[in-house]
């Protein structure tokens, strides 16, 4: 591969030409050797999260971040304005919410799973700054995208349409 670069000079680096392929393939076989058998039992253990055991980490969450397992109703009466206190004000429930989303994505065996849910839970976005989508957005997530994300779209839409949080962003 250094000799092919050698040979094309500049060009070797263009990612038109397939040198430049070869040389980053052959550069990253040195620093991480991988099979393709092992990137295929990767994906194929993703593509199956049910058999991968999250339970430790959702528990650490939800000792961490108890609003995250709240129902919708119960973190709008526990977390609002007139608390005057900034640990159980509105935002509460964003800042555990973002906190809970870090941990997943750090921690999780589900990989492929936490990438996924962050990708619908962008495109069925809801203001975390208006009203009821305050407290409704960890419900979106929870109920409404995680649970479907391996599933039928027709699902996670007809589940994100009933969510309070969408309902009143609309």
Not at 29 to 49: D, F, G, H, K
Not at 120 to 139: K, M, P, S, T
Request: charged fraction near 25%; glycine fraction near 6%; proline fraction near 4%.
């Amino acid at each position: 591969a250094n000799a092919c670069l050698q040979f094309h000079g500049g060009m070797g680096f263009a990612h038109e030409y397939d040198v430049e392929r070869k040389f980053r393939e052959t550069r990253l076989y040195q620093v991480a050797p991988v099979s393709t058998n092992m990137i295929l039992a990767y994906i194929a253990e993703q593509l199956q999260p049910d058999a991968l055991d999250d339970s430790a980490l959702e528990a650490e969450i939800a000792s961490l971040y108890p609003v995250t397992t709240m129902p919708f109703g119960q973190s709008r009466t526990t977390f609002h304005e007139y608390t005057g206190n900034s640990e159980t004000g509105p935002f509460t429930a964003m800042r555990d919410g973002t906190r809970a989303k870090i941990l997943r994505a750090v921690k999780s065996k589900k990989q492929l799973e936490q990438v996924l849910v962050d990708f619908w839970y962008n495109h069925f976005n809801v203001d975390g700054q208006i009203e009821e989508a305050r407290w409704g957005f960890l419900a979106h997530e929870r109920d409404a995208i995680r649970p479907y994300v391996f599933g039928r779209f027709e699902d996670m839409l007809r589940a994100t349409a009933k969510n309070p949080g969408m309902l009143d962003y609309l």
